[in-house]
């Protein structure tokens, strides 16, 4: 597993909904966690590993040890939204891209955990923002789709430099073309692997 970055298609997927917490899902979720912490994060979702799930995983210490902190989140909604406020945001698929994003100041979210039992947590601050920032993923929203204008032009550049990057490793053979990677994605959706194998 590995987090692919900007602008592999993954990261512009809409994620389909998982049908089944099995010991794959298990297993794919602790080595989130574990890539996660590796990576420095506080937040993890299931298109940055390509994979078209809608689960992502968070632990807003950022630190291993911190068990009491993971959260899993699987098939979530977010409910409600009240307020919004301006704050600074990174993005593992992005390394070293920093920006003011604004967002719902406080929310509640729906999901399932680990477990297949149903959670609502309303949240503030960091954890609402983070919750947001991974929401978006699952649905193929990048944080710099939500810049201003102003800020957006700045970070213009830095996107242009992954996107050339990017292209390279494929035109070079190290990373399949687009369609390759696609195909791979519609493959890995939730209800054309329980249909298939
Ligand atoms: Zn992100």
């Given at each position: 597993m590995e987090i692919v970055p900007f602008p592999h298609p993954a990261l512009r997927w809409k994620s389909k909904p998982i049908v089944a917490i099995d010991e794959r899902l298990r297993t794919v979720v602790r080595e989130m966690f574990d890539l996660m912490y590796q990576s420095r994060g506080i937040g993890l979702a299931a298109n940055q590993v390509a994979l078209p799930w809608r689960l992502f995983v968070v632990n807003v210490?950022?630190?291993?040890?911190?068990?009491?902190q993971e959260f899993v989140f699987i098939?979530?909604?977010?409910v409600r939204r009240r307020g919004n406020v301006e704050g600074e945001e990174g993005c593992l698929s992005i390394p070293n891209l920093y920006a003011k994003v604004r967002r719902a100041e406080q929310i509640v979210v729906r999901a399932f955990d680990l477990t297949g039992e149903e959670f609502e947590m309303k949240l503030d601050d960091l954890p609402s923002r983070v919750i947001q920032h991974e929401f978006d993923h699952i649905d193929g929203v990048m944080f710099t789709d939500r810049l201003s204008e102003s800020a957006r032009r700045e970070v213009e550049p830095v996107l242009a430099e992954f996107e050339a990057r990017f292209r390279k490793a494929q035109a070079a053979g190290e990373i399949p073309d687009d369609e390759a990677l696609k195909r791979r994605l519609k493959e890995q959706e939730p209800a054309a692997a329980s249909a298939g194998r």
């Amino acid at each position: 597993m590995e987090i692919v970055p900007f602008p592999h298609p993954a990261l512009r997927w809409k994620s389909k909904p998982i049908v089944a917490i099995d010991e794959r899902l298990r297993t794919v979720v602790r080595e989130m966690f574990d890539l996660m912490y590796q990576s420095r994060g506080i937040g993890l979702a299931a298109n940055q590993v390509a994979l078209p799930w809608r689960l992502f995983v968070v632990n807003v210490t950022g630190e291993a040890e911190e068990k009491d902190q993971e959260f899993v989140f699987i098939n979530p909604e977010i409910v409600r939204r009240r307020g919004n406020v301006e704050g600074e945001e990174g993005c593992l698929s992005i390394p070293n891209l920093y920006a003011k994003v604004r967002r719902a100041e406080q929310i509640v979210v729906r999901a399932f955990d680990l477990t297949g039992e149903e959670f609502e947590m309303k949240l503030d601050d960091l954890p609402s923002r983070v919750i947001q920032h991974e929401f978006d993923h699952i649905d193929g929203v990048m944080f710099t789709d939500r810049l201003s204008e102003s800020a957006r032009r700045e970070v213009e550049p830095v996107l242009a430099e992954f996107e050339a990057r990017f292209r390279k490793a494929q035109a070079a053979g190290e990373i399949p073309d687009d369609e390759a990677l696609k195909r791979r994605l519609k493959e890995q959706e939730p209800a054309a692997a329980s249909a298939g194998r």
